[in-house]
């Protein structure tokens, strides 16, 4: 059986590159994007590129009733890659969120964790917040052999008892 990939911003730029790799790895991504600034068309071409259709669900994180109903009726996913936001990656390098923002953004604060054990965080945004995070907050996220992915190397140095890569 496959692992269940949940890709946030699956449909933009790098997470559609991200959803290819994924698939080609043997994965199966589920894709959470509310289209704001990508279309859905991209998921046909992922199909033509890899030969599978990932599943998309089209909704904004935000919505959190709507991410509790899909949490709830995706409970075996193992993993979440977090690209959604309103920013291109640019824009996000040189003028990152700070708190306000984030609450703003995705309207919960960064104390708010979903519950339950998984492989690996990936971060891949710059909030000045996850500046502030250290490996206490990954502890009830991760399985004992978990993975922090880091794509921003925020959090280096701060990660020593879990698996830490930054790219």
């Not at 991200?18 to 790895?25: D, Q």
């Not at 992922?46 to 998309?56: A, S």
């Not at 965080?121 to 991760?142: G, M, P, Q, R, T």
């Amino acid at each position: 059986m496959k692992k269940k990939i949940l890709v946030t911003g699956g449909t933009g730029y790098i997470g559609s590159h991200t959803v290819v790799e994924l698939i080609g790895e043997g994965f199966e991504p589920i894709i959470i994007d509310n289209l704001y600034n990508s279309e859905a068309e991209v998921i046909s071409r992922i199909q033509k590129i890899t030969g599978v259709k990932p599943l998309l669900e089209v909704f904004d994180l935000c919505d959190l009733p709507k991410l509790d109903q899909f949490i709830k009726k995706h409970q075996d996913i193992s993993a979440v890659i977090h690209f959604a936001a309103y920013k291109a990656v640019g824009e996000s390098v040189n003028i990152p969120f700070g708190k306000h923002e984030v609450m703003e953004e995705y309207q919960l604060e960064l104390s708010e964790k979903p519950s339950g054990k998984y492989d690996a965080v990936i971060l891949a945004v710059c909030h000045k917040e996850y500046l502030k995070l250290d490996e206490s907050y990954f502890a009830s996220l991760l399985n004992k052999d978990g993975i922090v992915v880091d794509v921003k190397g925020v959090l280096r140095g701060k990660i020593k008892n879990y698996t830490y890569w930054s790219l």
